[in-house]
């Protein structure tokens, strides 16, 4: 099922994100990775829309950006959102420093750790390059703080299939995760399984 989008707020301080009364409550989906990962590329692919910003210069968004995805159409706004997707910004631009924490803006960490709403962190790693470290510490972040997390290895149409399954056994040592679903924004490879786990957390 497609659900349509409806752009919310663009957001850097936690004062600003969107209150439980305009979002009902409803399960948010947050996309973390490094600049030019793939995110709203990915984000595109799963709304079947342009609503999210893509570039080829990596470090663009330095806000969070929240949707709400609607079923059906029409007063898309006046109906509960079945998903919130909140798009953070992409971390390890800059060269010299490799800490997320002094990469990335301050309101990332208030935002991981105490966002009620947060249902589930979708991670991307890019499929094309070896295992980055400051993936492994968002990962094991995440599973300190116990937040559900699914890694996704984007890009994965630019591969083919023997060295894809030898990069995604590198990620999955590295990370030390069970599992990383790999996707295409280009050929749609792996959607509609990620679409199928994203309707689970809507439904739980
Ligand atoms: N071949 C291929 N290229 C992709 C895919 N996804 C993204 N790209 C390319 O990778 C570049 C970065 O994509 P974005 O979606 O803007 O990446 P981002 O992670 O949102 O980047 P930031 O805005 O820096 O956070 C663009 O040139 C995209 O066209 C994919 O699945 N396959």
Same mark, same amino acid.
């Given at each position: 099922?497609?659900?349509?989008?409806?752009?919310?707020?663009?957001?850097?301080?936690?004062? =600003?994100?969107?209150?439980?009364?305009?979002?009902?409550? $409803?399960?948010? !989906?947050? &996309?973390?990775?490094?600049?030019?990962?793939?995110?709203?590329?990915?984000?595109?692919?799963?709304?079947?829309?342009?609503?999210? =910003?893509?570039?080829?210069?990596?470090?663009?968004?330095?806000?969070?950006? &929240? &949707?709400?995805?609607?079923?059906?159409?029409?007063?898309?706004?006046? !109906?509960?959102?079945?998903?919130?997707?909140? #798009?953070?910004?992409?971390?390890?631009?800059?060269?010299?420093?490799?800490? !997320?924490?002094?990469?990335? +803006?301050?309101?990332?960490?208030?935002?991981?750790?105490?966002?009620?709403?947060?249902?589930?962190?979708?991670?991307?790693? #890019?499929?094309?390059? /070896?295992?980055? +470290?400051?993936?492994?510490?968002?990962?094991?972040?995440?599973?300190?703080?116990?937040? /559900?997390?699914? $890694?996704?290895?984007?890009?994965? #149409?630019?591969?083919?299939?023997?060295?894809?399954?030898?990069?995604?056994?590198?990620?999955?040592?590295? =990370?030390? $995760? #069970?599992? !990383?679903?790999?996707?295409?924004?280009?050929?749609?490879?792996?959607?509609?399984?990620?679409?199928?786990?994203?309707?689970?957390?809507?439904?739980?």
């Amino acid at each position: 099922m497609r659900l349509s989008p409806v752009f919310l707020l663009s957001a850097t301080d936690v004062s =600003h994100f969107p209150t439980k009364a305009k979002t009902f409550d $409803v399960p948010e !989906i947050a &996309f973390l990775g490094r600049s030019n990962v793939g995110k709203s590329s990915l984000i595109n692919s799963l709304i079947g829309s342009k609503e999210a =910003h893509v570039s080829s210069t990596p470090g663009r968004t330095r806000a969070i950006n &929240f &949707f709400a995805l609607h079923e059906g159409a029409g007063e898309k706004k006046k !109906i509960r959102p079945t998903l919130i997707f909140a #798009d953070l910004p992409g971390y390890g631009y800059a060269k010299i420093s490799r800490s !997320i924490s002094s990469e990335w +803006p301050t309101f990332i960490e208030p935002y991981l750790a105490n966002r009620e709403t947060l249902a589930l962190c979708i991670c991307l790693v #890019d499929t094309n390059i /070896p295992p980055q +470290p400051n993936d492994t510490q968002l990962i094991t972040y995440l599973k300190q703080s116990q937040r /559900p997390y699914l $890694v996704v290895g984007t890009k994965s #149409d630019r591969i083919s299939g023997n060295v894809l399954s030898k990069s995604i056994a590198a990620l999955k040592r590295e =990370h030390e $995760v #069970d599992e !990383i679903l790999p996707i295409s924004a280009k050929t749609d490879a792996g959607i509609k399984t990620l679409w199928s786990r994203l309707m689970a957390v809507a439904e739980d």
